[in-house]
């Protein structure tokens, strides 16, 4: 099994940044892909993005495009979620998964295995 932990949010104005972090003990990260999922009060969780276990191969949600970045460090088993330009509508609980696939990262919640417990990210107007 895999421990996720998310870290790095907070309360940030609008345009700006912050960067999350997940890390992960109890096995290597390298042989996981992740994914970055968030929820919004009284919304459903919403994809942000995935990246491959090598990544490799990186993907984002429509809405984060451009704006949020995800990059990993193996070597330190940890996978980060740059967020820039900031909008109110970023407020959410942000979700780091994993799942055990050489594929392309799942964008559907349900496909993976293990998440961590949450980060709220709060960005004020």
């Known amino acids: 099994q895999v421990q996720l932990v998310e870290s790095g949010g907070g309360l940030v104005q609008a345009g700006g940044s912050l960067r999350l972090s997940c890390a992960a003990s109890g096995r290597t990260l390298s042989i996981y892909a992740i994914g970055w999922f968030r929820q919004a009060p009284g919304k459903e969780r919403e994809f942000v993005g995935a990246t491959s276990w090598s990544g490799g191969n990186t993907v984002y949600a429509d809405s984060v495009k451009g704006r949020f970045t995800i990059s990993r460090d193996n070597a330190k088993n940890t996978v980060y979620l740059q967020m820039n330009s900031l909008k109110p509508e970023d407020t959410a609980v942000y979700y780091c998964?994993?799942?055990?696939?050489?594929?392309?990262?799942?964008?559907?919640?349900?496909?993976?295995?293990?998440w961590g417990q949450g980060t709220q990210v709060t960005v004020s107007s």
């Open positions: 998964a994993a799942v055990s696939t050489f594929a392309t990262p799942p964008h559907e919640g349900h496909e993976y295995d293990y």
